[in-house]
């Protein structure tokens, strides 16, 4: 069979093949009177051979080698081949979203493009000080992509650099609310604390769902930190969080001022009362515990307050005690 013919059946061009012929990879076992090459059954079995190992992604002389050398074992080849191919799709991967990213800026035209290269350059910058600036001063007005700001700030490990992504993204309106949701559903503990975080700098009611919605994450840093955002917005479904917060002794004094700000509104205040008083009354709760539900009763008016503290005033505990009544007269002084 002459070249042109095994090109049209193989789909290899003729070029290719006397590349392969120069390679010494496959050679036509005959020539025609004329001089022409001619390739034999088992020289067209070779060329899919080849075709197949290419297709794999070896290289010529990979391919080479697997077809001519006894020895060749295929395992650590195709493990290096495997390698390679996550290499390659993560660069991929992380190139479709770089483009993702800048499609979504709606470039006007290169120069906006170049910049925003630039920008995204700078966010993903070994340096803190450069990552900071980048959220803070967009290059020459070009706004930072709000995909580009979400995974920066999922990622982000240095406190000021996140402050600054954080006040970004606020900026933005909103507009990565639900890529900040999803990392609230990362398996990585530190990625799910950073979109929260970032969900309760956002203002609007939007974010608010989603903190309400976080009050029964599985994840306690979640759930605290989505109390404490809703506690300052007034939202009363934050109290038993906030409760809880107090008697584990985990940012309690800021729990114990979100329920201070929420009994400004007297139903709101009969409610967290009730909550602290039933706390109180369990006789699980360890005294520490009871003593900081003591003090966060100080912050709420009304009278079912002003019951829990009388009774408090005569607590077994002599810290209680004190705190109840040094509380309760502060309120008849007033």
Partial sequence: MLIGEVARRSGVSARMLRHYESLGLVRPTGRTGAGYREYSGEDIRRIFHIESLRSL??????????????????????????RRTRERIADETELLGRLRRIGAAEPDGWEDVLRIVALLQDLGSESAGKRQRAALSPTEGVPVPVAALVEAVLGETDPNVAGALRWALARSGGDGLALLAEGLGSPVAEVRERAVQSIAEIPDAAATALLRDALTHSDIVVRRCAALTLGA????????????????????VDAADALSALASDS??????????????????????????????????????????????????????ALTAAYVLGLRTAR
Avoid: W
Avoid at 57 to 80: I, K
Avoid at 233 to 252: C, K, Q, S, Y
């Fill in 57 to 82: 992604g070896l290289s010529l002389r990979e391919v080479g080698r697997a077809l001519d050398d006894p020895g060749f074992t295929p395992a650590e080849l195709v493990g290096d081949l495997i």
């Fill in 233 to 252: 917005r007034g939202a009363a479904d934050a109290v038993p969080t906030l409760i809880d917060m107090i008697v584990e002794g985990t940012n309690d």
């Fill in 267 to 320: 139903a709101s205040a009969d409610r967290i009362a009730t909550g602290l008083v039933d706390r109180l009354a369990r006789g699980t709760v360890e005294p520490s515990a009871r003593r900081r539900l003591t003090q966060a009763l100080a912050g709420v008016p009304g009278i079912t307050t002003s019951r829990a503290l009388a009774d408090l005033s005569h607590d077994e505990d002599r810290a209680v």
